[in-house]
């Protein structure tokens, strides 16, 4: 299973950026998927997660300005990230909890090499 994570860039404050994630090779479903990001200096932290359900969770700290999404396929995610702040900035990975065989009891989670986001003042 790999995960591609696109859409990072350069972008002043208060501006916006789409992310995207990608599920590919081998596997039975995709659960969940989520975005983490981690700042220079800083623990990795939870951005926002969305089941197979739709049932979606953020971080306070990006509440009413991101939206995570699923694609139809269920294997893919987006973020969109609006009204974006300094403190926005950081290398954002993609998280995928995946059912590889039908018959697995525990699903294993994968990660996306991260992309970088660059919120300038």
């Known amino acids: 299973v790999q995960l591609q994570a696109s859409g990072g860039g350069l972008v002043q404050a208060g501006g916006s950026l789409r992310l995207s994630c990608a599920a590919s090779?081998?596997?039975?479903?995709?659960?969940?998927m989520g975005w983490y990001r981690q700042a220079p200096g800083k623990q990795r932290e939870l951005v926002a997660v969305?089941?197979?359900?739709?049932?979606?969770s953020y971080a306070d700290s990006v509440k009413g300005r991101f939206t995570i999404s699923r694609g139809n396929a269920k294997n893919t995610a987006y973020l969109q990230m609006n009204s974006l702040k300094p403190e926005d900035t950081a290398v954002y990975y993609c998280?995928?909890?995946?059912?590889?065989?039908?018959?697995?009891?525990?699903?294993?989670?994968?990660w996306g090499q991260g992309t970088l986001v660059t919120v300038s003042s």
């Open positions: 090779g081998s596997f039975f479903s995709v659960i969940n």
């Open positions: 969305i089941t197979s359900s739709s049932r979606i």
């Open positions: 998280n995928a909890l995946v059912r590889v065989r039908s018959f697995d009891v525990s699903p294993s989670i994968y």
